[in-house]
């Protein structure tokens, strides 16, 4: 059983940064694929960024080149650096983990969840 939890969410104006960070329970980075999605209310759960074993990324297009995904395998967890925030990126963001590796990443790909943490950007 994996065991993921994110912190590192708040509030912050529009232009602004936040970095997000999960812990995960066990060295899962060699076994899974780590991802990053996000809800908004009333909206569906939504890839944000993926990263693979071997440090490769990919993100959806709209935060290409804002938001950075990155792996600590010291500390174990899986990172996302949020840039240029607008207010359309507030959401809830969830940190998962999968044996799958499909492009585009699916939400039922992924077993394991953790509970989230609020991201709010204002205008």
């Known amino acids: 059983q994996v065991q993921l939890v994110e912190s590192g969410g708040g509030l912050v104006q529009a232009g602004g940064s936040l970095r997000l960070s999960c812990a995960a329970s066990?060295?899962?980075?060699?076994?899974?694929?780590m991802g990053w999605f996000r809800q908004a209310p009333g909206k569906e759960r939504e890839f944000v960024a993926g990263i693979t074993w071997s440090g490769g990324t990919y993100y959806r297009d709209s935060v290409k080149g804002r938001f950075t995904i990155s792996l600590d395998n010291a500390k174990n967890t899986v990172n996302l650096q949020l840039n240029s925030l607008k207010p359309d990126d507030t959401a809830v963001y969830y940190c998962?983990?999968?044996?799958?590796?499909?492009?585009?990443?699916?939400?039922?790909?992924?077993?394991?969840w953790g509970q989230g943490t609020q991201v709010t950007v204002s205008s």
């Open positions: 998962a983990a999968s044996r799958l590796h499909r492009l585009p990443p699916r939400v039922d790909d992924y077993a394991y």
């Open positions: 066990q060295r899962v980075f060699n076994s899974y694929y």
